[in-house]
């Protein structure tokens, strides 16, 4: 089972920004000697799940990994039919609607919408993960993880990316405490300095919560009115995509979704 576990680490080493990696570079951001790399990577050639390019012979992810994500598209359509609720949650508040998975350890963006009301409207970059303490997707879906997750997230460095950010692993732990008595989480500036986040979690069948829903807004825009209009709109949103998926939330979470919306 170690064997395999290393052997999709590789894939996990592949992102937008690095879609091709040589052998040595594989091998040093794995930890791994270029001996037994070579080993795990050509065990992920055999199943077609990375495959060599190049004069270089770099490594890139197969065609094997674009038929599982089929498969498990045409299973569980989690993109394709969550983007009708996402655009008319952007169309109905006037902001950037955003979608983010849990994924392993990591909270990844899946999907975004954009509203034509405003010109100036936060444009989502692409990022291969949404910082837990840093992004109202990331505090909403913590706060509904595993306590033994949540440790492990707030004891390792917390990145200070805007004089917003809070890093206090104290005071983020009392902001999860209020983000389940809630439902709901937000965030003024702690990603970006000019940009303000609502979200909601989303929850699996078993009540498992897998990421959240976020709608994102200049800050200059998000008033004390439009604050109360969004949360409404993003819980029954927030509601819809968890239903559509097959889960439901937790009945404490389910009750305080009824009263807000």
Excluded at 18 to 31: K, M, N, T, Y
Excluded at 213 to 230: E, G, K, P, T, Y
Aim: hydrophobic share 45%.
């Amino acid at each position: 089972m170690g064997t395999v576990l290393k052997a999709l680490e590789l894939l996990d080493l592949f992102t937008r920004a690095q879609p091709l990696i040589g052998l040595s570079d594989l091998a040093r951001q794995a930890g791994l000697n270029k001996a037994t790399c070579y080993r795990l990577a050509t065990s992920l050639c055999d199943f077609g799940l990375v495959e060599q390019v190049g004069p270089a012979r770099e490594y890139r992810l197969g065609p094997a990994v674009l038929r599982l994500a089929a498969l498990r598209e045409a299973q569980v359509p989690t993109q394709e039919a969550a983007m009708p609720i996402l655009q008319t949650l952007a169309n109905a508040t006037g902001e950037t609607a955003h979608l983010s998975l849990m994924m392993g350890q990591h909270l990844r963006p899946l999907a975004h919408a954009y509203s034509a009301t405003h010109s100036t409207r936060v444009m989502l970059e692409d990022t291969e993960s949404f910082p837990f303490h840093a992004t109202s997707s990331g505090l909403a879906t913590l706060a509904f993880q595993p306590e033994s997750l949540q440790r492990l997230v707030l004891s390792q460095p917390l990145q200070k990316l805007t004089r917003l950010t809070e890093t206090d692993p104290l005071v983020i732990s009392a902001r999860l405490e209020t983000i389940r008595s809630q439902g709901w989480a937000e965030s003024r500036g702690g990603y970006e300095a000019d940009v303000h986040s609502i979200a909601a979690p989303l929850f699996d069948t078993f009540g498992h919560c897998i990421g959240a829903l976020s709608v994102a807004a200049v800050s200059s825009r998000m008033n004390d009115s439009q604050r109360s209009a969004i949360r409404p709109v993003l819980i029954r949103a927030a509601q819809e995509i968890t239903s559509l998926w097959g889960g439901s939330p937790p009945p404490a979470i389910a009750a305080i979704w009824h009263k807000a919306a």
